[in-house]
T-cell receptor, first 116, second 116 residues
């Protein structure tokens, strides 16, 4: 079974520029998550999709971050304009079922963003 | 308030010995799930073990076991017979309200170093 694919793996941009990250979840996984992991911290959920609908985006800075999951498969996370504090690893994860206690998330390798 | 607390920023263990990584959590839910993930230097989060709040037996997966003490709200990870490849960051995570699609919340992590 193919894992969660993410690209690009690394991105360096200047502040105020824009960037987009792409994620392709495991086939058949209805739920997709974007997490932000700042160096030295645990991952923090930015947004959670169930198919192509948003379940939770309470911690997404909506003035600069946006995400979409058209057709309920792959997803794009965009930052515009970027700030220095956006430097982090952006992890995408997917899972088979949302409403299950043992709902295991499978993560991709992450996209490391450096904002200069 | 912190939902997940990992008080050990770094731990050392000798190869072939056992090590315990601490995790305490805070919730008022009766139904919740506890997870441990490993994050090697490559960046990908790898699922290790799961414990449901109603599970009476401690979870075990190969060399990993979860010491679940519900009254103390602790879910410590025990790794037996440590190997050099176990050197990584370890994250404890919790899902509350799992039957309503509650999000996975991570602790700050513990960096484990296995010495030869």
């Amino acid at each position: 079974e193919a894992g969660v694919a993410q690209s690009p793996r690394y991105k360096i941009i200047e502040k105020r520029q824009s960037v987009a990250f792409w994620c392709n979840p495991i086939s058949g996984h209805a739920t997709l998550y974007w997490y932000q992991q700042i160096l030295g911290q645990g991952p923090k959920l930015l947004i959670q999709f169930q198919n192509n609908g948003v379940v939770d985006d309470s911690q997404l800075p909506k003035d600069r971050f946006s995400a979409e999951r058209l057709k309920g498969v792959d997803s794009t996370l965009k930052i515009q304009p970027a700030k220095l504090e956006d430097s982090a690893v952006y992890l995408c994860a997917s899972s088979l079922r949302q409403t299950s206690g043992a709902n295991v998330l499978t993560f991709g390798a992450g996209s490391r963003l450096t904002v200069l | 308030a912190q939902k997940i607390t990992q008080t050990q920023p770094g731990m050392f263990v000798q190869e072939k010995e056992a090590v315990t990584l601490d995790c305490t959590y805070d919730t008022s839910d009766q139904s919740y799930g506890l997870f441990w993930y490993k994050q090697p230097s490559s960046g990908e989060m790898i699922f290790l073990i799961y414990q449901g709040s109603y599970d009476e037996q401690n979870a075990t997966e190969g060399r990993y076991s979860l010491n679940f003490q519900k009254a103390r709200k602790s879910a410590n990870l025990v790794i037996s017979a440590s190997q050099l490849g176990d050197s990584a960051m370890y994250f404890c995570a919790m899902r509350e309200a799992w039957n309503q699609g509650g999000k996975l919340i991570f602790g700050q992590g513990t960096e484990l170093s296995v010495k030869p």
